[in-house]
C-alpha cells in the first residue's frame, strides 16, 4: 500500500502555555537591556525593559478609558512603533486587537468596524494619500458600537497619562487571570461571499507560531530583525514580532510602508541578521538602481512568504543577498498563519522549489477534495491543516467557519498539494480562484460584488492573470448595460476611495458574454487563458515558483 500524504511535526519542544504578556515579561526578565524595537524613521528606540514599562501604560490607559478583557480595541495605522506597543498592551489587558488594512476605504471600514464590534477605534490621521480622519467621520455615525476614537497624533501621549488613574496591581490582576486560549486577535481575511471573514486567534495560537517559526530560524537575542511587511497581516505581527519577542530578538521597523531603498539602508545601518518580504518586495531590492551601494553582509536568515516565490528570485537572494539561510514559509491567516516552513539547512534545490516541510506541533493531510480522502504521496489534493494553530473560528460567522473547520478540526485551507516522498510539499493550485497580488490576498467575489453597484455593469467577472512583479494581478471581464459606454480608466478612477487600491482592477475587458459550460457556470480558467494570450503575458505565466 502507498504512503499516504499524512505528516506531524513531532517536536521534542513542547508549546507555550501561557498568554502573551506573560512570555513578554518572561523575555525582559532575561534581556531586559536589549534592543527590543527599533523604528528609524520615527527615531524611537525600546529595550525590552522600556518596552514593557510602555505597554503597562497603555494597557492601563485604555482600562481607565473604559476598556475590559474581551472588548474589541480596533487600530488602522501603517507600521509604527505605537502599532507594536498597542499589540502588547490589549494582550496584558486581554483586549482583542482588530487589525485594520491601512488600504481599506470607507466601506470596508465600516464593516469591519461593525462585524467586530469595535468599542475603541485606535487611527492614524492618514497615510499616504489617505486621510483616516475623514473617512472615519464619514461611517462614524453608522456604527453604533463605536465608543471613542484616539487618533495616535492627538492622543497617544494621553492615553499614556491616563495609566496614571488605574492602579498597576489592577493590571497584574487582570493579567493573572486571562488564560491562553483566550481570543486576543481578529484579522480580516476576504471571502468568498463577498464580505471579509474575521479570523479569531488565540494567544496560544499566535505565541506559539511565533515562537516555532524563531525557533526555525535559529533566533537568539543576537538577532536584529528587519520587518518591512505590514502589521496588520500575520506576517508582521507574528512571523515578525512575535517570532522576536519569544527570543529576544530585536524588531526593527525601516518604513511606514515597505520602501526598497529604506529597507536596504535599514539592514545596513541597524546591522540586521534576518530580513522578511513577500517576493515582489526581494525584486524591488535586487533591481534597484542603488542595490550595490548597500552592505548585506551583516544578514544569515529571513523568510519569504505570502505568495508564489519565482526559483530565480530565490537563488539571488541567496547569493547576490547573501543570505545564505533564506526560507519559505507557508500558511493562511486561519491558521496562525504558518504551517510549513523551510529549514535554514535544507539544500538549495529544496529552499526554492517547495514550501518546506510541516512545522512543529502540526498535522497536514493532503486529501481528493471530493471524497475527502488522504491521497497518496505524490497526488495532488487539498491541503488540510490540524493542531495548536487552527483559528478558533470567525468572528461572528458560524456558517463560514463550519465550511473552513471540519467536525473533527481540520482547517481546509482551498490550496492544492503535492506532499513528496520526503514530506515535502509543493503548492500547485487553488480550489477556490483567490488572487494573490504582491501578498495581498484578493477574493474575486468581492470585486466583482462591489463592480456590480455601478449602474453601468450589467455583469462582471473578476480573475487573477499572471505578473512577473506582482505574481497576479486583477482582471475585470465587464458585461454593460445595454447603451453604457464607461470605460476601464473610468470605472477604475470610480473605485478610487471605495475599496483598497489592490484591489481595483488593473486590466479590463468589456464582453458581450463570458465562456460557460454547459451547465451555465463561468469558465474563469478559459478567461485566464484567452486574457494571458491577448496581454502577452505568456513569460510571466511561464515563471517557475515553490
Same mark, same amino acid.
Given at each position: 500500500?502507498?504512503?499516504?500524504?499524512?505528516?506531524?511535526?513531532?517536536?521534542?519542544?513542547?508549546?507555550?502555555?501561557?498568554?502573551?504578556?506573560?512570555?513578554?515579561?518572561?523575555?525582559?526578565?532575561?534581556?531586559?537591556?536589549?534592543?527590543?524595537? %527599533?523604528?528609524?524613521?520615527?527615531? @524611537?528606540?525600546?529595550?525590552?525593559?522600556?518596552?514593557?514599562?510602555?505597554?503597562?501604560?497603555?494597557?492601563?490607559?485604555?482600562?481607565?478609558?473604559?476598556?475590559?478583557?474581551?472588548?474589541?480595541?480596533?487600530?488602522?495605522?501603517?507600521?509604527?512603533?505605537?502599532?507594536?506597543?498597542?499589540? @502588547?498592551?490589549?494582550?496584558?489587558?486581554?483586549?482583542?486587537?482588530?487589525?485594520?488594512?491601512?488600504?481599506?476605504?470607507?466601506?470596508?471600514?465600516?464593516?469591519?468596524?461593525?462585524?467586530?464590534?469595535?468599542?475603541?477605534?485606535?487611527? &492614524?490621521?492618514?497615510?499616504?494619500?489617505?486621510?483616516?480622519?475623514?473617512?472615519?467621520?464619514?461611517?462614524?455615525?453608522?456604527?453604533?458600537?463605536?465608543?471613542?476614537?484616539?487618533?495616535?497624533?492627538?492622543?497617544?501621549?494621553?492615553?499614556?497619562?491616563?495609566?496614571?488613574?488605574?492602579?498597576?496591581? &489592577?493590571?497584574?490582576?487582570?493579567?493573572?487571570?486571562?488564560?491562553?486560549?483566550?481570543?486576543?486577535?481578529?484579522?480580516?481575511?476576504?471571502?468568498?461571499?463577498?464580505?471579509?471573514?474575521?479570523?479569531?486567534?488565540?494567544?496560544?495560537?499566535?505565541?506559539?507560531?511565533?515562537?516555532?517559526?524563531?525557533?526555525?530560524?535559529?533566533?537568539?537575542?543576537?538577532?536584529?530583525?528587519?520587518?518591512? %511587511?505590514?502589521?496588520?497581516?500575520?506576517?508582521? =505581527?507574528?512571523?515578525?514580532?512575535?517570532?522576536?519577542?519569544?527570543?529576544?530578538?530585536?524588531?526593527?521597523?525601516?518604513?511606514?510602508?515597505?520602501?526598497?531603498?529604506?529597507?536596504?539602508?535599514?539592514?545596513?545601518?541597524?546591522?540586521?541578521?534576518?530580513?522578511?518580504?513577500?517576493?515582489?518586495?526581494?525584486?524591488?531590492?535586487?533591481?534597484?538602481?542603488?542595490?550595490?551601494?548597500?552592505?548585506?553582509?551583516?544578514?544569515?536568515?529571513?523568510? =519569504?512568504?505570502?505568495?508564489?516565490?519565482?526559483? +530565480?528570485? =530565490?537563488?539571488?537572494?541567496?547569493?547576490?543577498?547573501?543570505?545564505?539561510?533564506?526560507?519559505?514559509?507557508?500558511?493562511?491567516?486561519?491558521?496562525?498563519?504558518?504551517?510549513?516552513?523551510?529549514?535554514?539547512?535544507?539544500?538549495?534545490?529544496?529552499?526554492?522549489?517547495?514550501?518546506?516541510?510541516?512545522?512543529?506541533?502540526?498535522?497536514?493531510?493532503?486529501?481528493? /477534495?471530493?471524497?475527502?480522502?488522504?491521497?497518496?504521496?505524490?497526488?495532488?489534493?487539498?491541503?488540510?491543516?490540524?493542531?495548536?494553530?487552527?483559528?478558533?473560528?470567525?468572528?461572528?460567522?458560524?456558517?463560514?467557519?463550519?465550511?473552513?473547520?471540519?467536525?473533527?478540526?481540520?482547517?481546509?485551507?482551498?490550496?492544492?498539494?503535492?506532499?513528496?516522498?520526503?514530506?515535502?510539499?509543493?503548492?500547485?493550485?487553488?480550489?477556490?480562484?483567490?488572487?494573490?497580488?504582491?501578498?495581498?490576498?484578493?477574493?474575486?467575489?468581492?470585486?466583482? +460584488?462591489?463592480?456590480?453597484?455601478?449602474?453601468?455593469? &450589467?455583469?462582471?467577472?473578476?480573475?487573477?492573470?499572471?505578473?512577473?512583479?506582482?505574481?497576479?494581478?486583477?482582471?475585470?471581464?465587464?458585461?454593460?448595460?445595454?447603451?453604457?459606454?464607461?470605460?476601464?480608466?473610468?470605472? &477604475?478612477?470610480?473605485?478610487?476611495?471605495?475599496?483598497?487600491?489592490?484591489?481595483?482592477?488593473?486590466?479590463?475587458?468589456? %464582453?458581450?458574454?463570458? /465562456?460557460?459550460? %454547459?451547465?451555465?457556470?463561468?469558465?474563469?480558467?478559459?478567461?485566464?487563458?484567452?486574457?494571458?494570450? +491577448?496581454?502577452?503575458?505568456?513569460?510571466?505565466?511561464?515563471?517557475?515558483?515553490?
Amino acid at each position: 500500500m502507498p504512503d499516504l500524504s499524512y505528516v506531524h511535526g513531532a517536536s521534542e519542544k513542547p508549546l507555550l502555555g501561557e498568554p502573551i504578556f506573560h512570555n513578554l515579561r518572561r523575555t525582559a526578565a532575561r534581556v531586559g537591556g536589549n534592543d527590543a524595537l %527599533v523604528v528609524p524613521h520615527q527615531n @524611537y528606540r525600546a529595550t525590552y525593559r522600556e518596552l514593557i514599562a510602555q505597554c503597562e501604560d497603555v494597557a492601563r490607559g485604555l482600562l481607565a478609558r473604559g476598556v475590559k478583557t474581551g472588548d474589541r480595541v480596533g487600530i488602522w495605522a501603517p507600521n509604527r512603533y505605537e502599532w507594536v506597543v498597542t499589540q @502588547y498592551a490589549t494582550a496584558a489587558m486581554g483586549a482583542i486587537l482588530v487589525n485594520i488594512n491601512p488600504a481599506y476605504r470607507t466601506s470596508e471600514l465600516e464593516y469591519a468596524l461593525n462585524q467586530s464590534g469595535i468599542s475603541f477605534f485606535i487611527l &492614524a490621521a492618514g497615510f499616504r494619500q489617505a486621510d483616516y480622519r475623514a473617512m472615519l467621520a464619514e461611517v462614524k455615525g453608522r456604527c453604533p458600537d463605536l465608543r471613542e476614537a484616539l487618533v495616535l497624533e492627538d492622543g497617544w501621549d494621553a492615553l499614556k497619562r491616563d495609566a496614571s488613574k488605574v492602579d498597576v496591581a &489592577a493590571l497584574r490582576e487582570i493579567e493573572e487571570s486571562l488564560q491562553f486560549d483566550d481570543p486576543i486577535n481578529i484579522q480580516y481575511t476576504s471571502g468568498t461571499t463577498g464580505f471579509p471573514k474575521g479570523a479569531t486567534l488565540t494567544h496560544h495560537n499566535i505565541l506559539n507560531n511565533g515562537f516555532f517559526i524563531g525557533e526555525t530560524l535559529h533566533y537568539t537575542e543576537k538577532d536584529r530583525v528587519c520587518i518591512p %511587511v505590514p502589521f496588520y497581516h500575520c506576517f508582521g =505581527m507574528v512571523l515578525g514580532n512575535l517570532a522576536c519577542t519569544t527570543h529576544g530578538a530585536t524588531m526593527v521597523i525601516p518604513a511606514e510602508a515597505y520602501d526598497p531603498v529604506l529597507t536596504m539602508q535599514t539592514v545596513q545601518q541597524e546591522r540586521c541578521t534576518s530580513l522578511y518580504g513577500v517576493p515582489t518586495m526581494f525584486i524591488g531590492e535586487l533591481e534597484h538602481p542603488r542595490f550595490k551601494e548597500f552592505d548585506f553582509s551583516t544578514l544569515r536568515t529571513g523568510i =519569504m512568504a505570502g505568495s508564489p516565490c519565482p526559483v +530565480e528570485v =530565490m537563488k539571488k537572494v541567496n547569493t547576490l543577498m547573501h543570505i545564505p539561510e533564506m526560507t519559505i514559509a507557508f500558511g493562511m491567516t486561519e491558521t496562525s498563519p504558518v504551517s510549513t516552513q523551510c529549514a535554514t539547512d535544507d539544500p538549495l534545490e529544496r529552499r526554492v522549489s517547495t514550501v518546506g516541510r510541516v512545522h512543529p506541533h502540526v498535522e497536514i493531510k493532503i486529501i481528493d /477534495p471530493t471524497t475527502g480522502a488522504v491521497v497518496a504521496r505524490g497526488t495532488r489534493g487539498e491541503l488540510c491543516s490540524r493542531g495548536y494553530l487552527v483559528m478558533r473560528g470567525y468572528w461572528n460567522n458560524e456558517e463560514a467557519t463550519r465550511q473552513a473547520i471540519d467536525d473533527a478540526r481540520w482547517m481546509h485551507t482551498g490550496d492544492l498539494a503535492i506532499m513528496g516522498d520526503d514530506g515535502y510539499i509543493n503548492i500547485v493550485g487553488r480550489i477556490k480562484d483567490m488572487i494573490i497580488r504582491g501578498g495581498e490576498n484578493i477574493y474575486p467575489r468581492e470585486v466583482e +460584488e462591489f463592480l456590480y453597484t455601478h449602474t453601468d455593469v &450589467a455583469d462582471v467577472q473578476v480573475i487573477g492573470i499572471p505578473s512577473e512583479k506582482y505574481g497576479e494581478e486583477v482582471m475585470a471581464w465587464i458585461k454593460l448595460r445595454e447603451g453604457a459606454s464607461a470605460t476601464g480608466d473610468e470605472l &477604475a478612477a470610480w473605485c478610487k476611495g471605495k475599496i483598497a487600491s489592490y484591489k481595483i482592477p488593473r486590466h479590463w475587458k468589456f %464582453v458581450d458574454s463570458f /465562456p460557460m459550460t %454547459v451547465t451555465g457556470k463561468v469558465q474563469k480558467f478559459k478567461m485566464r487563458e484567452s486574457s494571458i494570450e +491577448e496581454l502577452g503575458l505568456e513569460k510571466a505565466a511561464g515563471v517557475r515558483t515553490a
